[in-house]
């Protein structure tokens, strides 16, 4: 199921590499919000694929592909993460692939067309990019620490927006990072490229596939109190560990 997971993952970054040569057509989800036909097109492709080679399983994706399945299995598939900074032409955007196994993270597959990275994990079998396993970073203290966040399509009309916890972490670590695509945000947490990821309002496909290669790196996931994070939790911290303690004191 792996190798299938990386194959999809791959013809579909090639979907999202040929639109970016192409005029695009957009429309609006809500304000800031967006849809292209490429989201589509990239989500048509995985979900036939899946139906073909499991008809069994079940399969939930963000613009509407969906199938109830009958036994253990759910695909959870973001065609395209990252689709604001798609329609700009920031080259800031993935794949994201994951599968749960009686609700339990499976493997995930997270594919950068960009850069052609192939970020992927199996529960206990480690995370890999193009290969090469990876492991969270070392660093121990906020303050020497880079961190990446997010901020949810509703913040115009909700109080409870992630901005004053930014404002907190700004002051504390050493930076933050705003790129746009979540799924990547978390597969740059499993490889150490970022030190911690936290966000809030977020849908189970942002974070199937890429909560499982930090937990295959090495890293630690909970929700801002702390508790154990479930697939499809919509407020997630995932660290290198080290500076766990440290951030859920700021949130
Ligand atoms: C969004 C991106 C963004 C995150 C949002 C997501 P989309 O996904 O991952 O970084 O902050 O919460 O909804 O809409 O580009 O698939
Ligand atoms: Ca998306
Ligand atoms: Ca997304």
Partial sequence: MLDFAIDLAHRAGAILRAGQERERSVAFKRRADLVTDIDKASEALIV????ERYP???I?????GAAAGAGEYQWVIDPLDGTLNYVH??????VSIGLL???ELSLGVVYDPTRDEL?????????FCNGRRLRVSSAAELGHSMLTTGFPYDRFSRADNNLAEFGRLLMKARDIRRP??????LAYVAAGRSDAHWELGLAPWDTAAGALLVREAGGAL????GEPWRPGGDRLVASNGHIHAEILREL
């Fill in 60 to 64: 939930l994706a963000e613009e509407g």
């Fill in 222 to 225: 909970s929700d801002w109190r």
């Fill in 101 to 103: 196994c009686r609700g």
């Fill in 119 to 127: 970020f992927a994990a199996e529960a206990g079998r480690g995370a």
């Fill in 56 to 58: 069994g399983h079940a």
């Fill in 89 to 94: 032409g920031m080259p800031i955007y993935c």
């Fill in 180 to 185: 746009g695509a979540a799924a990547l945000d």
């Fill in 48 to 51: 036939a694929a899946i139906g």
